[in-house]
Nanobody, 123 residues
Framework: QVQLVESGGTLVQAGDSLRLSCAVT????????MGWFRQAPGEEREFVAA????????YYSDAVKGRFTISRYTGENMLDLQMTNLTPEDTAVYYC????????????????WGQGTQVTVRG
C-alpha cells in the first residue's frame, strides 16, 4: 500500500515561486511514474508534470513547461514540484499520484493519490 501526503500549498502573489512536496510511504518501484495533477473549481483534474521514479525522465504540460520543475528523491521517498512565475491560472488543488504501469497523462490511470494541497495565486 502506498500513501502520499502533499504539503506546501498556500496563497501567493502573481510572479511568486512556490515549492510543493509529496511524502511517499510504501514501496515505489523503479518502473513507476510519479505525477503532479491539479484541479481548479469546476474543472477536470489535469496533468501538470511527471517523472519516472527509476531513471528520472521528466514530462510537463505545455501550460507549465519552463516554469515548473518536478524532482524526486528516491532515498528520501519524496517528490517535489518547484513552481516559478506563478499566475492566477495556476490556482488549483495540486495532487501527487503514482502510476505503477508507467507514463500516462490521464488521471484515471494513476493508482494512488494524495489528499491535495491548495495553491492560490492572487493577481
Amino acid at each position: 500500500q502506498v500513501q502520499l501526503v502533499e504539503s506546501g500549498g498556500t496563497l501567493v502573489q502573481a510572479g511568486d515561486s512556490l515549492r510543493l512536496s509529496c511524502a511517499v510511504t510504501g514501496r515505489i518501484y523503479s518502473s513507476s511514474v510519479m505525477g503532479w495533477f491539479r484541479q481548479a473549481p469546476g474543472e477536470e483534474r489535469e496533468f501538470v508534470a511527471a517523472i519516472r521514479w527509476g531513471v528520472g525522465n521528466r514530462y510537463y504540460s505545455d501550460a507549465v513547461k519552463g516554469r515548473f520543475t518536478i524532482s524526486r528523491y528516491t532515498g528520501e521517498n519524496m517528490l517535489d514540484l518547484q513552481m516559478t512565475n506563478l499566475t492566477p491560472e495556476d490556482t488549483a488543488v495540486y495532487y501527487c499520484a503514482v502510476n505503477r504501469n508507467g507514463l500516462s497523462y490521464t488521471a484515471r490511470e494513476y493508482d494512488y493519490w494524495g489528499q491535495g494541497t491548495q495553491v492560490t495565486v492572487r493577481g
